[in-house]
């Protein structure tokens, strides 16, 4: 935690090395948090690349209370998403998008992992707002539940309580597209 | 309530196990005997949500962000340490006065002298600032946009030189302007100005005719409606010409670029390698905007 505090503190300082340091250690998981949200990989793509630029732009203002810096991250992801969501009113109704099956080079791993990509878009839209807050950020994200619950600005048993049932909902509505799927067959 | 609570503590104690210790959902039944019916399908339902959420942004994508990202940080970088008198934070009278002594100089033949300048020459200075004036005295987005094409090849011919001459540096100072002349056709493109001609495009004679009361009155050398759309078509051609010169960049610059990469020495590779990642992801973007 101390070493985080540091290369922030240098990312303040305009240090770029600092900077740059961070952003490859948050990318990715921004990125999966992001596409998770919305569902959709182009827009996940270019509203991950302004996440950082506003975190560019506003590390200054950014103040170290023993709380990780991905927390900070995940909080301004989140802004975006919201207001991505706001705006477009897509939160019911997004197409899934097919590309968000497809980025596995292994032709394999591809045929076994998209299902499984493409039932959890379908389940997460059908989750509450809330559910698929922390679906997101600690699947994801992989954020702590302590993490989770800063950025949600719950206690740490309201996330508990509301993880628990956001993976019974969501094996409920996994289970009951199978059986759908079953009886198509 | 109690219980339940219990419940949710023993579940997030398996997840944290599962999720960032590389635990097994058989480990965490063993663990918790006593929860263990209710415990399991909900940590395979949770391991299958790790698993499908491990989506990977396009290599090409991440290529493209990191640089630009990084581009973002010297900017605010660079931003900070430029002097007060210096191109592109300067008040107005001095881009006025600059212009005018750049005129001046027009007429010494030093302006003609520096347009052939490269980037570690004594006269490249005054090339620069030609350019800077070209861009003041273009009034149309449209006209704008074409310069900045042109531009765009002279920094691309400047970082094949520099890339010859080993001078790394300067190869980065020509990506920056080349990533910003790239920037702004896009920009440009979808600006209104550039984008309705596309729009008012109908040849006159295909025009709605709109029936209205005969006014007697000179006629002008071509119809109203008929010139609109001749200067529509006109706006459409230089539309098309730029978007054909850009095609054309696209194509040719990052390959003009990598066939260096063969010849030049290592040091300055990852400036070469640096200025073809701006250029191919700098034209798709301005071919984006035109299209």
């Known amino acids: ?185 | 309530m109690r219980k339940s609570r219990e419940f949710d503590n023993v579940l997030d104690e398996c997840l944290e196990r599962l999720l960032a210790k590389g635990g097994t959902v058989e480990q965490c039944l063993r663990s918790f005997p006593e929860h263990a019916d209710e415990l399991e399908p909900l940590l395979e339902t949770a391991l299958a949500t790790k698993q499908a959420s491990a989506i990977q942004p396009r290599p090409e994508f991440r290529d493209r962000a990191r640089y630009q990202f990084y581009a973002a940080l010297q900017e605010r970088e660079r931003k900070r340490s430029r002097p007060f008198f210096s191109w592109g934070w300067q008040p107005q009278w001095v881009a006025a006065v600059a212009i005018v002594l750049v005129l001046l100089l027009a007429g010494s033949g030093t302006v003609a002298a520096a347009s052939g300048s490269m980037p570690d020459e004594p006269l490249y200075p005054v090339k620069l600032a030609t350019e800077q004036v070209q861009l003041v005295l273009t009034p149309s987005a449209l006209g704008k946009a074409e310069l900045y094409a042109k531009l765009a090849d002279k920094r691309v011919l400047e970082i094949a030189s520099m890339a010859g001459k080993n001078k790394p540096e300067q190869i980065e100072r020509a990506t920056r302007r080349l990533n910003a002349y790239l920037t702004k056709i896009a920009a440009l493109a979808s600006t209104q100005e550039v984008t309705a001609g596309v729009v008012m495009a109908p040849a006159a004679e295909e025009a709605p005719v709109v029936e209205e009361a005969p006014v007697v009155r000179e006629a002008p050398l071509l119809p109203e409606r008929a010139r609109g759309g001749k200067e529509a078509r006109i706006k459409v051609d230089r539309r098309a010409r730029l978007r054909a010169t850009v095609v054309s960049y696209a194509a040719n610059h990052p390959a003009r670029l990598r066939a260096l990469l063969k010849t030049v020495p290592e040091s300055v590779k990852p400036a070469l390698l640096q200025a073809i990642a701006v250029s191919e992801a700098g034209y798709e973007k301005a071919l984006e905007s035109l299209d």
């Open chain 1, 1 to 185: 935690m101390q070493d985080e505090e540091s290369l922030v503190q240098r990312a303040k300082q305009r240090d770029q090395k600092a900077f740059a340091q961070l952003y490859e250690e948050h990318f990715d998981k921004i990125y999966r948090y992001v596409a998770l949200r919305i569902g959709d990989k182009t827009e996940a793509e270019d509203m991950t690349q302004q996440v950082f630029l506003n975190a560019l732009k506003s590390i200054s203002s950014f103040k170290w209370k023993g709380v990780p810096f991905a927390a900070w991250l995940f909080r301004i992801a989140h802004n975006q998403v919201v207001d991505y969501l706001r705006k477009k009113n897509k939160q019911a109704a997004a197409p899934l998008d097919e590309s968000l099956v497809s980025s596995d080079s292994n032709p394999q791993l591809m045929a076994e992992h998209s299902l499984d990509v493409e039932q959890l878009l379908l389940a997460t839209r059908r989750l509450t707002e809330a559910q698929r807050q922390v679906i997101s950020l600690r699947f994801a994200g992989e954020l702590s539940i302590n993490q989770v619950a800063n950025i949600m600005g719950k206690s740490q048993g309201a996330v508990k309580a509301l993880q628990h049932s956001a993976i019974v909902a969501l094996r409920k509505i996994l289970l009951a597209g199978n059986n759908e799927e079953v009886q198509r067959i």
